[in-house]
């Protein structure tokens, strides 16, 4: 690599197929956490997104999960199914209502977050501060030259993001690094 280009095959095709494996790795392993639910990697970020930030409409969690609102109400009708969550509405006919965690439905987000965030300090645990705070602030250079309109998205007003709860770039961390969005373990 020379001045910011890529000029070969390998570095045109390495942080794509690297992140796709990153991916597959994580759900993998997700699956086999939760295999005696019955539910999947896919069904639990909607878990995770109502733990984070329960009672919302199925237009809200779309946009909190930047995801399409046929694909949420698919997973609903599954997590409701399932006893994992459960909607507010007044009657049977009611359009306005908002989707809610069950008990059970909160400790298997709790559980897939506890495991997540085991798996990363499994990953990270042997790699210094420095080098992750470099990698994040690369990672985010990147995406920002990908999604020009990450800082909008991240910032807006109007929508609270999952990824923003998540803290993809978490502000005034100054030189702490956050390997999950949730709050920091304190050093032994």
Do not use: C
Request: charged share 30%; net charge negative; proline share 5%.
């Amino acid at each position: 690599m020379s001045g910011g280009r890529w000029t070969s095959p390998y570095w045109s095709s390495f942080l794509p197929i690297f992140f796709d494996r990153v991916t597959k790795i994580m759900r993998k392993n997700v699956n086999e956490e939760i295999a005696d639910t019955g539910l999947t990697s896919a069904h639990t970020i909607y878990l995770i997104a109502l733990n984070l930030k329960d009672g919302q409409t199925m237009v809200e969690l779309s946009k909190f999960l930047d995801y399409d609102v046929a694909n949420t109400s698919r997973v609903i009708k599954t997590l409701m199914q399932g006893g994992y969550v459960y909607n507010d509405r007044k009657t049977p006919k009611s359009r306005r209502y908002k989707i809610h965690l069950t008990e059970m439905g909160r400790n298997l987000a709790e559980r897939v977050m506890n495991f997540e965030d085991s798996k990363m300090e499994e990953y990270f645990g042997n790699v210094e501060t420095e080098d992750l705070l470099q990698m994040r602030d690369t990672l985010i250079t990147i995406l920002r030259s990908m999604d020009p309109e990450l800082d909008d998205y991240i910032s807006s007003p109007f929508d609270n993001p999952y990824y923003t709860l998540l803290h993809t770039n978490p502000p005034g961390d100054g030189d702490r690094f956050f390997i999950s969005g949730r709050a920091p373990k304190e050093k032994k």
